[in-house]
């Protein structure tokens, strides 16, 4: 905060004092008021983000002031994180805040979690003043709705040109991840790839199924003996490996392929919304954006179907034997 006082908020030209409100652009570093910038809705100097323009202080660094008491020092401590010059009494850095002695940092780690919490509302906080592709974060985070803490910083890491990043639910849950987030045409081109790509390993499962019920005494017979089981052995193998790659994909790159999605949900619906109130802009987002169970549910409903189906395809065929109950009572 130091390195501001003295310099003028671009948006309302005051210079900044002591006490202000103040935050930063996260493209540029441009400081302003924080009502300024809420006001605006965006950086002052937004235009100049593709001349790979960077902020610099143009005032006279803050002098730091002896509180009362306080023996002055001559010697300089320079700050490991920053490397900025700080009077030899500081404790912190008085650029960046960091620790400037290994007891500072002992007591630093002895209040680690209040820091953490203070540097996670910040970082929480900073999320909502930027935006992304012209999208607010304001408006990213009406759409998004449910875990807006963990998307927010990695959409504005998007914007900043980052690639992608990893999402461990979209890699355990695959499609029903896709679905939950409302990704419908992805998901169930998914969900089509990955059900074609486990025929194969159904297949065998079928068969080794037959062969257990007949060792049990269940079935008379095999019903159906599956045909070119060693060619179909190789497949499910290639086929498993092609599955696993999916998965890896979609851990590594949703996150970013959900940042499209909402980025481009926004700017279309913007033109519709633009006369309306905001309790119908979140009603209509609601619907659109969020989260939902519905579909995740039918589909894992229709798997519990298929194989109950299964199920009863053995048990109705003429080789099923009815198991002697007695035998377990």
Sequence with gaps: ???????????????????DDIVV??????????????????CANEEKHGENFEWKSASVPHVHKPEPGEAPSSEKVVCSNCGTENPGISRYCLSCGAPLSEETQKDRREISFEEFQRERTR????????????????EAAVYVRSNVGYFLPRFAAFSKGAKFDTNFSAFLFSYL??????????????????????????LLDFQMVQEQYVEM??????????????????????????????????????????????????????PSLMDKDEKTISAFFARKGGTGLIVPLIFIALTL?????????????????????????
């Design 1 to 19: 905060m130091q390195n501001f006082l003295g310099n003028p908020c671009p948006y309302c030209g005051k210079n900044f004092e002591s006490g």
């Design 25 to 42: 652009c996260p493209e540029c570093g441009t400081p302003h008021h924080r009502d300024c910038y809420k006001e605006h809705s965006a």
């Design 123 to 138: 970082i929480f906080t900073e999320s909502f003043s930027t935006s992304f592709e012209g999208v607010s974060a304001k």
């Design 177 to 202: 991840y896709l679905f939950y987030r409302k990704m419908y045409g992805l998901g169930l081109a998914v969900f089509a790839v990955t059900s074609l790509l486990s025929i194969p390993t159904l």
């Design 217 to 270: 005494g269940m079935l008379s017979q095999i019903i159906w003996n599956v045909p070119h089981q060693e060619a179909i052995a190789i497949y499910s193998v290639i086929a498993s490996l092609l599955i696993w790659i999916i998965r890896i994909a979609l851990m590594m790159f949703f996150n970013r392929l959900y940042y499209q999605k909402v980025v481009g949900d926004i700017k279309k619906a913007r």
């Design 305 to 329: 179907i298929a194989s109950f189906v299964l199920a009863g395809f053995i048990v109705t065929s003429e080789f099923f034997i009815m198991p002697d109950m007695s035998k377990f009572l």
